[in-house]
């Protein structure tokens, strides 16, 4: 049985999360990427209430935008993203966050990555 | 003088054209990663008429929301993104596109890419 590793906040400052954008429904997009595989699983929305609960809580923490609620990303399926590092871009309207992704993966449809159909015929 | 590569079009088909869905301002976020490192570089915004573009054209051009106009990624700099592939993940509202960043990089600010600043202290 392997060890499950321990969730490690990150302890960013307020002049940090002042930095962060939010849109008029007070969203940001957070776009989540596998740390070790670079593999891009998925993107969905935080407000400033679930960007401190990620950080606080080294796991991903969400604002659902069909049930109006917060999701804790894998409460129920088991399969959380553990933080490894998190980053606001140049103009502080997007949120990347790197993560340990633990069980069979991030997309609802069992799939590793969200990002699972390609344009085109090849 | 190394040889520029040229831009590869990718044939999408309308059906798959038809799974990507629109917010109410009739764009998509388009997050943009680096083919052979797997830096996320950037997110920006495409409606239809600049995904059919960066399709056809294999280049990245995006729905520029500040200029209400096309822009065409690297126009003006010269840093263009060949577009490698494109995905659309399972809901169809949000893009992943892999690109070959040219010149210096993705960020307005000189930057490779425009997640540079990351939350914590360390």
């Given amino acids: 049985m392997s060890p ?3 969730t490690t906040p990150i302890d960013a400052t307020e002049e940090q999360l002042a930095q962060v954008s939010y849109n008029d429904d007070g969203l940001v997009p957070a776009i989540v990427q596998d740390h070790d595989s670079g593999q891009v699983l998925m993107m969905a929305w935080m407000n400033d209430e679930t960007l401190r609960l990620t950080l606080a809580e080294g796991r991903t923490v969400f604002w659902s935008r069909s049930r109006k609620e917060v999701w804790r ?3 129920t399926s088991g399969d959380i993203q553990r933080l490894k590092a ?3 871009d140049c103009d502080g309207d997007t949120l990347l966050l790197t ?3 633990q069980g069979a993966g ?10 699972f159909r390609a344009f085109g015929s090849s």
């Fill in 4 to 6: 499950v590793p321990a």
């Fill in 73 to 75: 990303k894998g409460e």
């Fill in 86 to 88: 998190a980053y606001y």
């Fill in 99 to 101: 993560v340990d992704q």
């Fill in 106 to 115: 991030a997309c609802h449809t069992g799939e590793r990555t969200c990002f």
